[in-house]
């Protein structure tokens, strides 16, 4: 017999993901709740406590220039900057460290 298993692991967990994952988790689906808060209202929440912004890049053409830029300028901005960045493969984050380091 074949079993298959699947974890997902997330910060926050989105009401749309929620009904995605009642329709698709198995009977013994097992959740981990590692903040103990009170769900994504609650003050203590940490998309609450995290100033968040994002940015639209409105052509292709500058893509990486504009995300070196953005994150340089973020860098200058903060003492101790957390920045996160997502991008399609870890190849691309390792080019955009190698270019934000420098």
């Known amino acids: 017999s074949h079993s298959r298993q699947t974890l997902l692991f997330s910060a926050t967990i989105p009401e749309e ?4 994952m009642a329709q698709t988790k198995g009977d013994g689906y097992i959740g981990v709740d590692c903040i103990h808060d009170g769900g994504a209202d609650d003050p ?10 994002h940015v639209i890049v409105p052509t292709m053409d500058r893509y990486v220039s504009s995300v070196v830029e953005i994150v340089r300028m973020a860098m ?7 920045i996160v960045v997502f991008f399609v493969t870890a190849r691309m984050v390792d080019f955009l460290r190698s270019l934000t380091l420098s």
Do not use: A, D, F, R
Not at 44 to 53: E, L
């Open 44 to 53: 203590s929440h940490t998309n609450v406590q995290v100033q968040q912004s």
């Open 76 to 82: 200058q901005q903060e003492k101790s900057p957390k």
């Open 17 to 20: 993901l929620k009904g995605i």
